[in-house]
């Protein structure tokens, strides 16, 4: 049962053509071993909040544009990614890109995490950056 929700915590909900990003994100997910969406909860926020989730639940004491909790089930991929809108429109001037493709970017990162890629570990940020610009050519 795909559920793909779009949630704010506290700040304004950005503009997303909701029915492409749907269908961008099952295409994406369906990518990986023929896995399915399940529920996804995208839940936008502000820098306050996430470093709110970041301390209380991973016990990070910094700012981060995105937090994903995995729920995941074989085949089946779901979960809540908690976006801060502030860090994300930060990290768009800091690497010259628009709002709206960081945000995309940031949106399908953590999909691609609930699909198994890491970015923690050594040449891991390589194999995720490219996972993040094959999905941002299909969009």
């Known amino acids: 049962m795909e559920m793909i929700s779009f949630l704010t915590d506290n700040i304004k909900m950005p503009k997303l053509d909701r029915k492409a990003v749907r269908t961008w994100i099952t295409a994406v997910v369906a990518g990986y071993d023929n896995r399915?969406?399940?529920?996804?909860?995208?839940?936008?926020?502000?820098?306050?909040?996430?470093?709110?989730?970041?301390?209380q639940f991973l016990g990070h004491d910094y700012y981060t544009d995105i937090i994903t909790f995995d729920y995941s089930e074989p085949g089946v991929v779901s979960g809540d990614m908690y976006i801060s809108l502030e860090t994300v429109k930060t990290n768009s001037s800091?690497?010259?890109?628009?709002?709206?493709?960081?945000?995309?970017?940031?949106?399908?990162?953590?999909?691609?995490?609930?699909?198994?890629?890491?970015?923690?570990?050594p040449g891991e940020r390589a194999v995720m950056e490219a996972a993040e610009n094959r999905a941002l050519e299909m969009w």
């Open 36 to 55: 399915k969406v399940g529920r996804l909860n995208y839940i936008f926020c502000n820098d306050d909040r996430i470093l709110e989730v970041n301390r």
């Open 94 to 121: 800091k690497f010259g890109t628009s709002y709206d493709e960081e945000l995309m970017r940031v949106m399908i990162h953590g999909v691609l995490h609930l699909c198994g890629i890491d970015d923690k570990g």
